[in-house]
T-cell receptor
Framework: KQEVTQIPAALSVPEGENLVLNCSFT??????LQWFRQDPGKGLTSLLL?????REQTSGRLNASLDKSSGRSTLYIAASQPGDSATYLC???????????FGKGTTLSVSS | DAGITQSPRHKVTETGTPVTLRCHQT?????MYWYRQDPGHGLRLIHY???????DKGEVSDGYSVSRSKTEDFLLTLESATSSQTSVYFC????????????FGPGTRLTVL
């Protein structure tokens, strides 16, 4: 059974720092990996989607990498801002079905 | 924001009563999903739909049923609500199953007393 783990569970950084969020998954047979952002009391906002054949995707200050063979992905946030404070969720779309399998998230707090 | 809404946004009900949550999308996407989000468990798939009248079970489908009579609407029904179904419910949509991101609705907070 696919399991997705996100480390750390929580992270606090001062404004301006570059940071890395980690995601690992147990079964490399995935279609894609997606990173989402969730603000308190809100729905999920898609940040980046990496297809299984790709190594990385970039959007603005965000860069996500995928190493399918080792079952790992990282989300790099450059020059963090207080507005980046949220919970970041990693999810894999596995080959067995159409369901996204989610990690429990990393809660990021960026202080000004 | 992507065109997907959920109603109601908040609901309090009593054990044993039926409850229906509605998801409505305006993007004509083929795939729709219902997830629940619980502390300590993250998001888990309840049911999904791959077309009108085409649905299938997810990881936590017991106690739930769904219907999709139109492309734009996906209904989640709790036939007889239990306290264990207290949760935040999210609906999502996607144009393609394996290559498109899933777009999520704002969620429905359901409390079963």
């Amino acid at each position: 059974k696919q399991e997705v783990t996100q480390i750390p569970a929580a992270l606090s950084v001062p404004e301006g720092e570059n940071l890395v969020l980690n995601c690992s998954f147990t079964d490399s047979a995935i279609y894609n990996l997606q990173w989402f952002r969730q603000d308190p009391g809100k729905g999920l906002t898609s940040l980046l989607l990496i297809q299984s054949s790709q190594r990385e995707q970039t959007s603005g200050r965000l860069n996500a990498s995928l190493d399918k063979s080792s079952g790992r992905s990282t989300l790099y946030i450059a020059a963090s801002q207080p507005g980046d404070s949220a919970t970041y969720l990693c999810a894999v779309l596995e080959g067995a079905g159409t369901a996204l399998i989610f990690g429990k998230g990393t809660t990021l707090s960026v202080s000004s | 924001d992507a065109g997907i809404t959920q109603s109601p946004r908040h609901k309090v009900t009593e054990t044993g009563t039926p409850v229906t949550l509605r998801c409505h999308q305006t993007e004509n996407h083929r795939y729709m999903y219902w997830y629940r989000q619980d502390p300590g468990h993250g998001l888990r798939l309840i049911h999904y739909s791959y077309g009108v009248k085409d649905t299938d079970k997810g990881e936590v489908s017991d106690g739930y049923s769904v219907s999709r009579s139109k492309t734009e609407d996906f209904l989640l029904t709790l036939e007889s609500a239990t306290s264990s179904q207290t949760s935040v419910y999210f609906c999502a949509m996607a144009a393609a199953a394996h290559t498109d991101t899933q777009y999520f609705g704002p969620g429905t907070r359901l409390t079963v007393l």
